[in-house]
């Protein structure tokens, strides 16, 4: 493996790989939930670039930026483990210039859910997505589900801009009591707000169960999730939405996302389900 800082350091690197490379883009803290992406991207490729940059411009002000949680030496050795070919590790200067060119996020499914709860968000993470996808040159680039709305404003920014390469969807990776991995999970301070926050989770497989049963209704399966959340802190939203993030009054099979975003201490917590 070679690790790369600067922009040339990259594209010589990469111009010496022949054939398909697969591309796993991360903010680092790595966690089981990166590693699957990353495993699936090197079964997939015959190379694979990781990048870790924790992107200022996706952070809004008063978010967690500072206190982000930075690990590069643990993610280096997993990087290593795991066989990645390239890990990119840019500082903020060799990403950005001053007056930048901008791309921004659609008027709808850019600004609803997390993209109205934190606006602006989705304008910094496509710019920077953007800037990492051209500079991999990678013929496939893994995003977890995890990040539902991230995936779809993604997958919607490489079609509308024609760009050569293919989005993988990968699965939402869980502990073994249902809490969907991320690198902020660390904030949640005991066993208390650990416990509290598996009501996500809980209340997504309630309302699976649910549909399983036949009931399609949004409105009564939500009051149900809703009953089911009311030990975290503050529920943001609970909404059902088509795979292209139109809201839902029935739960359509095959075509529904369910998605909550919640505070419990600290950390806000966001997972999903995919129905
Ligand atoms: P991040 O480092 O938070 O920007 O995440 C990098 C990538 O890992 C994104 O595509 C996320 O959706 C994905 N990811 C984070 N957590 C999980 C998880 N628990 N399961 C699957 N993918 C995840």
């Known amino acids: 493996m070679i690790i790369v800082k600067t922009i040339d350091e990259l594209q010589k690197a990469r111009k010496r790989l022949s054939g398909s ?68 590790m840019p500082t903020v200067d060799t990403m950005y210039e001053d007056d930048e060119l901008c791309i921004g996020a659609p008027a709808r499914r850019g600004y609803l859910l997390e993209g109205e709860k934190r606006a602006g968000h989705f304008d910094g993470m496509l710019q920077v997505v953007m800037k990492l996808l051209n500079l991999s040159g990678a013929n496939r680039a893994y995003f977890g589900k995890k990040d539902a709305q991230q995936l779809a404003l993604i997958s919607q920014m490489v079609k509308n801009y024609f760009m050569d390469i293919t989005i993988v969807p990968c699965e939402i990776v869980r502990d073994e009591f249902g809490l969907a991995l991320s690198s902020r999970n660390v904030y949640l301070k005991d066993n208390d707000e650990k416990e509290r926050a598996l009501a996500l989770s809980r209340s997504l497989k309630y309302a699976t169960k649910m549909v399983m049963a036949g009931e399609l209704d949004v409105h009564k399966i939500k009051s149900e999730m809703t009953n089911i959340l009311s030990v975290v802190d503050k529920v943001e939203y609970v909404a059902f939405v088509t795979r292209e993030f139109k809201a839902l009054k029935k739960v359509e099979i095959g075509n529904t996302i369910i998605l909550v975003a919640v505070w419990v201490g600290k950390p806000r917590l966001i997972d999903n389900i995919w129905i």
Request: with cysteine; glycine share 6%; hydrophobic share 45%.
């Open 21 to 88: 490379i697969g591309f796993v883009p991360t903010m680092g803290a790595l966690h089981q939930g990166h590693l699957s992406l990353i495993q699936k991207a090197r079964s997939e490729n015959e190379h694979l670039i990781v990048s870790i940059f924790v992107n200022p411009t996706q952070f809004l002000e008063g978010e967690d930026l500072d206190a982000y949680p930075r690990k590069d030496e643990a993610d280096i050795k997993i990087c290593e483990v795991a066989k990645v070919d390239i890990l990119f």
